[in-house]
T-cell receptor, first 116, second 115 residues
């Protein structure tokens, strides 16, 4: 079964507008972490934001915020005031505490294109 | 250097050749991961090291894939008798220590093309 599902292969957003990238996850572990990464065309994976399963508040990092809905097992990334440089692939990932290697499991990604 | 460094950046191999991909993690980082990323897909886990110990190799697709980190710093991923399906970007990532909250810091990857 897919542990991380990103249902939007591609998204468009107008510059300066906000956009939400969807992510749902599947785990039976009560302790887990959720991550979002950005991958520009250069290929480097850039860490954006982290949310822990026990965190009471939604994580925020600058223009990035994570809409964490635990009961629905969703962890959507919200990018406010989109910029042309936000055009990239975005990956949602999860790590489970019961996994002794603490590896990240990634979704298939969403390609975001910001229009001027 | 400040980040994770991988070499070579690009590698073309004829089918059947052996290749070796190198990863220099961030200095002092205990955890090191290798991932394989096919075109248009998310990274897939290959293997994990904690210092020099290879604690998880559950993602290695076949016994043609071998990884080592003998002194707990630099790591090498070796692929023997390469096949066309091995064509992908191989990403190395490190983190300061094992833990739920630790983000992985990735290198730019090695793009392997098997002809």
């Amino acid at each position: 079964a897919q542990k991380i599902t990103q249902t939007q292969p591609g998204m468009f957003v107008q510059e300066k507008e906000a956009v939400t990238l969807d992510c749902t996850y599947d785990t039976s572990d009560p302790s887990y972490g959720l991550f979002w990464y950005k991958q520009p065309s250069s290929g480097e994976m850039i860490f954006l934001i982290y949310q822990g399963s026990y965190d009471q508040q939604n994580a925020t990092e600058g223009r990035y915020s994570l809409n964490f809905q635990k009961a629905r097992k969703s962890a959507n990334l919200v990018i406010s005031a989109s910029q042309l440089g936000d055009s990239a692939m975005y990956f949602c990932a999860m790590r489970e505490a019961m996994d002794s290697s603490y590896k990240l499991i990634f979704g298939s990604g969403t390609r975001l294109l910001v229009r001027p | 250097g400040a980040g994770v460094s991988q070499s070579p950046r690009y590698k073309v191999a004829k089918r059947g050749q052996d290749v070796a991909l190198r990863c220099d993690p961030i200095s002092g980082h205990v955890s090191l991961f290798w991932y394989q990323q096919a075109l248009g897909q998310g990274p897939e886990f290959l293997t994990y090291f904690q210092n020099e110990a290879q604690l998880d190799k559950s993602g290695l697709p076949s016994d043609r894939f071998f990884a080592e980190r003998p002194e707990g710093s630099v790591s090498t991923l070796k692929i023997q008798r390469t096949q066309q399906e091995d064509s992908a970007v191989y990403l190395c990532a490190s983190s300061l220590e094992p833990g739920l909250t630790q983000p992985l810091h990735f290198g730019n990857g090695t793009r392997l093309t098997v002809t």
